[in-house]
């Protein structure tokens, strides 16, 4: 019976690490290590556990910064429809 | 009185004292406590075997720090699946087809699991939420859609148990009515359904063990993330 190629344990809640190994055993394509990642990739990329951190913070900051924009625009705005007209 | 068919998941109360209570408590009954002996007889010697061997299997991929969680992984197991196999009884109630009891158990688990990962190694539990080698595009995608699946989490741990519990009781209510009605009407289509019902309630019993372990594996795995 035919084995799988991919030799390595890998946990089954984490896409990430089944990505990697696959591609490392199956097309011999290895993730850049932390050297070869200069200038804003060396802080942001998905390689990384601090390049992910980072990521998912910036992501989560864009969105919260969006929803408290979103906010205050809209309680502005029902403020002026409330104010009469001068 | 006219029954319905869903009557038998109404969590029964005597004389206005709920016997959820009772049902949660009774199943403990059953097992055969240590003894305070050097051997001890068949019953325990088959329990402690069962213990020993499961929990091994559980706690393997874990590191040391995963390894506290033995006891509850354990206890949570045994009582699932006892609750599950009495629930199989005639005229008997099972507290685990009910949802409020299997998020109950889910929730403050899997909230445990990640309050851990949050305070014991913050780094690598928030890049949990970026599979490695994503393309950059995908970054922000990726991250509310992994966000997304650790909260239906608990959701899932507790609506599996309690759907393949209702189900299987449904289809069991189901097919015994059925052979019970065609019994005079037409005897042969009775056996032939009677033949369906036992094999149901086979199947009932290997779903009945096979729903207690997935609960607790998935709450393993989700300790190993985290631990």
Known sequence: MPTSPVKTRIPLTSFGHLVTEVKR??????????????GWRKYFNSYTALGRRNCVLATYGILVATA???????????????QPAV | MATSLFDQFISPVLLG?????LAFVLPWLLFPAPANRWITNRMLTLQNSFISNFTAQLLKPLNTGG?????IFAALMLFLMSLNMLGLLPYTFTPTAQLS????LAVPLWLATVLIGMRNQPTKSLAHFLPEGTPIPLIPVLIIIETISLFIRPVALGVRLTANLTAGHLLMHLISTAAYSLLCIMPTVAILTSIVLVMLTVLEIAVAMIQAYVFVLLLSLYLQENV
């Open chain 1, 25 to 38: 055993q199956l097309f011999g394509i290895e993730p850049p290590t932390s050297l070869e990642l200069t």
């Open chain 1, 68 to 82: 408290t924009v979103y906010v205050m625009h809209r309680r502005n705005s029902q403020e002026k429809k409330t």
């Open chain 2, 17 to 21: 004292i709920p016997l959820i209570a």
């Open chain 2, 67 to 71: 390894h506290k969680w033995a006891l």
């Open chain 2, 101 to 104: 009891v299997n998020l109950g």
